[in-house]
């Protein structure tokens, strides 16, 4: 064990829930005590909204949130103006698309390529962009009979005429990590965007938005140990001073007439409304406890856990695994089959035996239809997990194999 099975303790849900094997952090992470407990504080000390209050109240919300953006600008190494709050991973794309599309970056015949493990947050938005710009949307596939995509092909791909790349960090299916560092070096040859989404990969593996050199990243806070309603879109200062918002109200002008709106610069520019104050504080906190661990510990822990999980499935008949095997180069996820047997039965048998995983397409239809596999099983690993939970997960397997036959 990397980790101690005492940070288990951290996570509530497990003193309510002592015989959950939860193995579906990739849907949805648990969330830590110290979480908890920042944002029940805003609610119950200074509960106020944020911004132009002259009381106590207001000041050290606008404080804390402020400083919840800092937090995040660390853990990913960026530039706190850099960090935009939204509602989430989807939405984040979303806005991004918006603001893009207002920015006429893309016209008539120019292309968007997208690479074809992405969640649909980070398919669908280029997609429905490129469709109503008239332009070409293209996808890189998955190189033969491996489950990462083709860097070869995507050089191929990648053109003068493309102007944006959507490509995530690492796959929320099969738990392949891509080398952004690589697509983005491609892209920028040709004058591309790069957009990456980071959502499976944070809190799980270091981000580094330097080394990496995307132009756009997000992700979500209830994938690592955050509430959920909140999510993070990073760009390079340079593109955010050169973008309209992509959705406008309050919060985001320095002055209105009949005739015309003044934006404020990044990152207030792209937050309009009342944001979820709460949970920017619980991402904040939730990176500092992150942080406070290590990152980098907790992706060697996982790796332990998919190892232990590799040997144990292999003993099992019938079983065809579509994920990552070099637990290195996973973020924590196994995605399966099993011979006779649908993956929401094998997953209803898994509950029973109080161990939670998730079972159908993973919001990952194309990805789904490459590797001939529209419905799996996935069983997610995280920080709090232990090598029991992985004996119980097969030990679960193996009566689903007696069932089914």
Not at 92 to 108: F, R
């Amino acid at each position: 064990m990397i980790i101690s099975e005492k940070i288990k303790k951290d996570f509530p849900i497990f003193s309510n829930n002592p015989d959950l094997a939860y193995l579906d952090s990739a849907a949805s992470s648990q969330t830590p005590e110290p979480v908890l407990q920042a944002m029940l504080e805003y609610y119950t000390t200074y509960r106020a909204n944020i911004h132009r209050g002259i009381y106590r109240e207001s000041k050290l919300a606008t404080d804390e949130y402020a400083q919840a953006r800092k937090e995040v600008a660390v853990f990913i190494n960026a530039d706190e103006k850099e960090i935009i709050f939204t509602g989430g991973a989807t939405i984040s794309s979303n806005m991004l698309a918006a603001s893009l599309e207002h920015a006429g970056i893309v016209t008539h015949g120019d292309e968007i390529v997208a690479s074809i493990m992405e969640h649909h947050a980070n398919f669908l938005p280029w997609q429905e962009f490129a469709s109503r710009r008239k332009a070409v949307f293209t996808t890189i596939p998955l190189r033969t009979n491996l489950f990462s995509i083709d860097y070869a092909f995507a050089e191929k791909i990648i053109t003068h005429k493309t102007k944006i790349v959507a490509v995530t960090l690492a796959s929320n299916v099969l738990g392949s990590i891509n080398d952004i560092r690589r697509i983005a070096d491609i892209a920028h040859s040709h004058g591309a965007l790069l957009v990456c989404d980071a959502t499976a990969a944070a809190g799980h593996i270091p981000i580094d938005v330097a080394l990496l050199d995307c132009d756009f990243l997000f992700f979500s806070g209830h994938k690592m140990c955050g509430p959920t309603g909140i999510g993070v879109l990073y760009g390079k200062k340079k593109h955010l001073e050169n973008l309209p918002p992509g959705f406008v109200g309050g919060g985001i002008v320095a002055d209105v007439s009949s005739k015309h709106a003044r934006y404020l610069p990044p990152p207030e520019r792209f937050e309009t409304g009342t944001p979820n104050i709460s949970g920017a504080i619980g991402l904040g906190a939730a990176c500092h406890y992150l942080s406070s661990i290590g990152v980098k510990t907790i992706h060697e822990h996982t790796q332990t856990m998919l190892a232990e999980a590799y040997e144990r499935l292999a003993k099992i008949p019938g079983i065809t695994i579509y994920a990552e095997k070099n637990p290195a180069k996973n973020v924590g996820i196994i995605s399966f089959t099993m011979a006779s047997a649908h993956a929401h039965d094998v997953a209803q048998i898994l509950a029973e035996h109080r161990v939670a995983v998730r079972a159908g397409h993973h919001c990952a239809m194309p990805l789904g239809q490459a590797i001939g596999a529209p419905a799996t099983t996935r069983a997610s690993f995280y920080l709090y997990n232990t090598r029991e939970d992985v004996m119980l997960l097969t030990d679960a397997l193996t009566e689903v194999k007696t069932i089914f036959g």
